[in-house]
């Protein structure tokens, strides 16, 4: 037949762009008509078959999942919430030209959509690019928020290590003209609740600076138009050796090896308090406005976090770069360190699970009149998180409840569905998360079996007695103590002892 002739031919171009390592955006295009070819042929064949899958770099949530999710989402709101913040939401779309020129690098991992009614649209990024359009079109200069939301990029996804296109993004932003590191330090306390409340394991929070990395930059001789391009090599430093990041400076970027190799005397460098002390007094970078600016606020931010309590878990790290083009002071990056083994001088690094840092003119880029609204912000990776509270509990074997239900509304008798009819409903309209099983005459034990099975820790049993008596029998299904108790006072009765649980 013609038509699966053609469906052949194309499927062999595809193979053939694969082999010979064709553009991508080619290659999508490609396969994109073949499974146009083969849907058509399907529906002529009147047996399409679908492939039952997620598209790459996405997964699908079951009920055990989305609890464990709840949980994190749970303890990450109540914090932000405590620290005083509202909330927004976006569109997860925006257009093209917002999100543009944003990203430094990693631009290229923009999804961008087919044209739409004459505009050119791209699925958001972050939900930080986002928040500047948003107060700069709403002509907003003072504001705390935290958003939660989905976020999209085109990478190539490692998704047992947390990394995944489509995700959950965690966003708590400070904006607004106030005094010098005081909200700085607000995000850091915030970080730190968050992963000691989570119980992730050991951590340790990284800061940096842009003007300190920038003057660094400047005193070794990297050329301006090479600063943002040397400063994403140097973002790499948490995952490569030194030695290749050097080599990528010298050989790919064009960085003479004389200031590569001054670069690395600052950048394998991390402390606290003693080395901003050591390094305002650094001849060279003492002589630089910007470098003297960043160590200056830092020593300050230092200051607000030995009140707060938090330096233990506080490294000034000279190699923190956050890839980023908008960050413009403080920036920051939580990794969750792990020991191999006692005898291991230092832990591991197992990966970053939240970032952030200043970016004071973002705002403006969008301000018809370039206004400035100074920015803060922190992002929780809550994937990664996510990926390892799942394992967590695997190991413990602790068992998930998947529901809230309070009670069971169960009979002991057959021709009782009525009576648990009317019990559920006054239980329902009282507030009460409440379950029945859709049977007739179910029995007794099967109804017992399946509070065990779901974790419902009360069982209301309506029986021929109970209803002649105006009680209903209250069963506590981890002890199997059952006590007889006033209809009118059920509902009391269940919150009082839903509330021990």
């Keep these: 037949m ?9 499927a062999d171009t595809v193979r053939r762009l694969k082999q010979d390592k064709a553009d991508p955006d080619e290659i999508a295009k490609e396969v994109a008509k073949l499974l146009e070819m083969k849907a058509q042929l399907g529906e002529d064949e009147g047996k399409h078959k679908f492939v039952l899958k997620t598209p790459k770099g996405t997964r699908d949530y079951g009920p055990k999942q989305m609890a464990i999710r709840e949980r994190a989402f749970n303890a990450i709101i109540s914090c932000f919430k405590r620290h005083g913040a509202e909330v927004i939401d976006t569109p997860v779309f925006e257009l093209k030209e917002t999100l543009t020129g944003k990203y430094g690098e990693d631009s290229k991992l923009i999804y961008d959509l087919k044209d739409q009614g004459g505009e050119l649209l791209s699925l958001r990024y972050d939900l930080t690019v986002p928040f500047a359009r948003y107060l700069a079109m709403n002509k907003i200069t003072n504001i705390k928020r935290y958003h939660i939301a989905k976020v999209y990029r085109r990478d190539n996804p490692a998704m047992t290590r947390g990394r995944y296109r489509e995700f959950y993004q965690c966003d708590f932003d400070i904006a607004g003209q106030f005094d010098p590191m005081i909200p700085d330090a607000e995000c850091l306390k915030i970080v730190h609740e968050i992963l000691s409340d989570l119980q992730l394991g050991d951590f340790v929070i990284k800061v940096n600076d842009r003007r300190i990395l920038d003057g660094m930059f400047a005193v070794c001789g990297v050329p301006d138009s090479k600063f943002r391009t040397i400063c994403s090599s140097v973002d790499k430093l948490d995952k490569v050796p030194w030695e290749e990041v050097r080599s990528e400076m010298v050989g790919e970027k064009g960085l003479s090896p004389e200031a590569a190799d001054r670069i690395g005397e600052y950048v394998q460098l991390h402390g606290g308090l003693d080395l901003i002390e050591r390094l305002l007094q650094d001849p060279k970078l003492s002589q630089n406005k910007l470098a003297k600016e960043g160590l200056g606020d830092m020593k300050l931010l230092f200051e607000y976090l030995t ?5 233990g878990k506080i490294s000034f790290d000279l190699s923190l770069a956050r890839g980023l083009d908008y960050y413009t002071g403080v920036i920051f ?17 197992v990966g970053s699970v939240a970032g952030g840092g200043r970016y004071d003119g973002l705002v403006g880029m969008f301000d018809p009149k370039g206004r400035k609204v100074p920015c803060v912000g922190v992002s929780i990776g809550i994937e990664r998180i996510f990926s390892i509270l799942e394992q967590k509990l695997e190991a413990s074997e602790e068992k998930i409840r998947t529901t809230e239900t309070q009670v069971l509304v ?16 006054e239980l329902w309209d009282a507030g009460i998360k409440a379950e029945m099983l859709y049977k007739k005459n179910p029995k007794l034990l099967n109804q017992l079996q399946y509070c065990e099975d779901t974790g419902i820790p009360l069982v209301a049993i309506v029986g021929e007695q109970e209803l002649k008596d105006g009680v209903v029998k209250l069963r506590i299904v981890a002890t199997r103590e059952e006590v007889n108790v006033r209809r009118e006072s059920l509902v009391e009765e269940i919150r009082i002892r839903t509330s021990q649980c």
């Design 410 to 425: 169960a009979s002991a008798q057959k021709k009782l569905l009525e009576e648990r009819l009317k019990l559920i409903s």
């Design 333 to 349: 990056e939580a990794v969750l360190l792990h020991q191999e083994n006692e005898h291991v001088e230092e832990p591991v690094s």
């Design 2 to 10: 013609a038509e699966e002739a053609a469906v052949r031919a194309q």
């Design 307 to 311: 009140l707060f309590g938090i330096t």
